[in-house]
């Protein structure tokens, strides 16, 4: 008789994992086929805006040109409404101060940066936000290159040309830390810059083709 209820639970408990697993199985297959599958792959050019640095060496105002930007961003699914991103970004432009040594100097700007994107799904277009952080190189022509943090936030609108193409608009303020009166661009023991604020800030507005697989 005891044989038979230890029979029985047995039967009833194997039945009932057997049930469990069928759900839990289902649940993560439904789960998944709600995130999207395609990764993106978006060459972007885009509009830089200049930012002015204060050169306490000096005492005057450097200026650093505005101009157009160029750009790649790799999109990864992460949840229905999530993606994580790898950008990079690069400015070819130039230094300016009337009589300086820097005076019409080229310098490019570039932003390598990890971050997400949040979606905002519609029927014919896909509004979306997006933070990133991680590292802006200046590199002056003939000067000491310098690497410092950086992070960025934005915002815009991804609309699809079909099953694998799609345009991204984009707005964008990339914010670089600087160190108060740290020298920048130094050159035989020679520092060109010692930037007076502590944060370096560009605009940027870009239009990009994406490629979806």
Known sequence: ??????????????????????????????GSSTVSSA???TLYAGYRSGEEFKDEISNQTINLDEGSSVG?????????????EFLYSSQPTKLSES???????????DYWHLGGTYLF???????????????????PDGLSSETKFSFSL??????????RLGLRLEGRAFMTTL?????????????NIAASSSLFTQLEASIGLTLKF
């Open 1 to 30: 008789m005891a044989s038979k209820k230890l029979n029985s639970c047995a039967y009833f408990l194997n039945l009932t994992a057997k049930r469990f697993s069928f759900q839990l199985v289902f649940f993560i297959l439904l």
């Open 39 to 41: 990764i993106e792959l």
């Open 72 to 84: 790649i961003i790799l999109n990864v699914p992460y949840s229905k409404v999530t993606e994580m």
């Open 99 to 109: 009589g300086s040594s820097v005076d019409g100097l080229d310098i490019d700007i």
């Open 121 to 139: 799904p519609r029927e014919k277009y896909v509004p979306y936000f997006v933070a990133t952080l991680g590292a802006t190189h200046m590199k």
């Open 154 to 163: 934005g915002g815009g609108a991804k609309i699809p040309l079909g099953t």
């Open 179 to 191: 160190d108060s009166g740290g020298a920048l661009f130094c050159s035989n023991g020679q520092c």
